[in-house]
C-alpha cells in the first residue's frame, strides 16, 4: 500500500492537483481526437507509413550515437542500455515493414493483422525502459566502463530473446477486431509497460529537480517519450485496420516520442559540455577565473593594448592571515573567506574586469584600459569593502599593482612585478605590525 501511494503521489507534487487536471485534460482531448478518427474513416497509405518508419528509424540511430556518447563522458547505464534499445527498436519496426509488404499481397484480410514487427518493437522498447531503471537502482556501478558496457548488452540480449520468445510461443498471431471497442486488445500489454515506465521517469526526474533542476532535463524527456508512448498505443487500441486514423496517429506519436529523446539528449549534451568548458576555466571554489583564463586574458590585453596604445593594470591580492583563521576558526571558514573575497571582487569590478583566483590565497584583477592610479583606487576600494563587512571573522588583503607598459611587456614580467610589489606591501605591513605590539607593550 505504501508503494502505491508513492507511485500515484507523483500527480500530488509542487502544485497539489493541478498536474494531475492538466494530464487528464490532455489525455481526454487525445481520446476524443483518436475518435473522432476513427469514426471519420481517416485513412493513409502504405508509403506515407514507410517514411514514418524510415524517420523514426533515423531519429533511434542518432540518439543511440548521442547516448554512446554520453555514455563514454557520465557512464549512464541508463543512457548505455537505451542507446541499445531504440537502435533494436528501430531496426526490428523497419524489417517488419518489408514482411507487411509481403502481407499485404493477400489482400484486404491482411489489413486485419497486426505486424509481428510492431508489436515486438514496442514491447522490446518499453521493457528495456523499464530494465534501464531496474539495472540503474539494485545493481552497483562498476569501476571498470568495460563490465558496464557488457552488463548492459547482457540485460539488453536477454530482454530481445524473451520479448521475441514470448510473442513467438504466442498461441494466436495479433488479429484486429474490428466490431470490438477495443479493436486491437494486444495493445494494452506495451501500453501498460510504457504506463510503469512513465511513472517511475516521473519519479526519478521529479528526485533529480530538488538537487539540480538542469540535470533533470534528461530525465524529463523519458518521461514525455513513456508517455508520448502510453498516447501510441490507446490510439493503436481503437485501431479497426491497418492504415487508418488511429494507426497514423500512433504512428505519430510513436515518432514524436523518438524526436523529444532525441532533442532533450541533444539539449543536455550541450549543457553538460558548457559546464564543462566552465570548469576548465573556472576555479570551483568562488567560481572566479582560473590561473589558465587569467594568462589568456593578459594575453589578449596585451594585444589589444598594443594596437590601441592604451595602459591596462593588474591588481594582485593576497589574503591576510589565512593561516590563522585555518587554525582559529577551521577550515570551512578559511575556505568561505576566499569565497567572501571572490564575491566582492565580483561586485566591485566592471563587466569588461577580469577577477581571477591566482593560487591559495591570492587572487588577481586584470583592469583593462586602466592606468596604475585607477587601479590604486580600485584596490583601495576593495579593501575597504572588506574592513566593513560585519561577518567575521574580519578579512584584509595586500595589493601590489602592475601597469602595462612601464611594468613589462609580457604576462610573466607583469605578474613578476605585481607580485614584488605585493610582497613589498606585506613586508612593510608586518613591519609596522611588529611596531605597533611593541609600543603597546611598553
Known sequence: MGDWAKITGFF???????????????????????????????SGSPNTYLYLEVGGSLLCFCYAANALVR??????????????GFVLSGMIETLGYFGLNDLLRLGPVALSHVPMGWMVGRTLLAVLLLAALAVERFIPTARQPSRETAGALFVVAVAAYVTSAAFIAAPATPVVKAGALFSRPWETLPGILFVLAAIFFYRRYQQGKKSDSDASLYDYSLFLVALLNVCCHIAALFSRRLFDGPFFLAELSKVASYSIMLCGALIDQARLFD???TLAVSDPLTGLANYRRLLAVIESELDRSRRTQRPFSIVLMDMDGLKSINDRYGHLVGSRSLVRLGKILRNHSRAIDTAARYGGDEFALVLPEAPRDIALRVASRIRERLATEAENPTLSVSAGIAAYPEDGDTPEKLLGAADRALYRMKHRGSAMNSLARIAACL
Do not use: E, M
Not at 487525445?30 to 476513427?38: K, N, S, T
Not at 555514455?71 to 541499445?84: E, K, S
Open 12 to 42: 500530488r507534487k509542487d502544485r497539489g492537483h493541478l498536474p494531475a487536471i492538466a494530464y487528464s485534460l490532455l489525455a481526454a482531448f487525445f481520446v476524443g481526437v483518436v475518435l473522432y478518427a476513427r469514426h471519420s474513416h481517416v
Open 71 to 84: 555514455f563514454r563522458g557520465t557512464h549512464d547505464r541508463i543512457a548505455l542500455i537505451l542507446a541499445f
Open 275 to 277: 559546464q564543462v568548458r
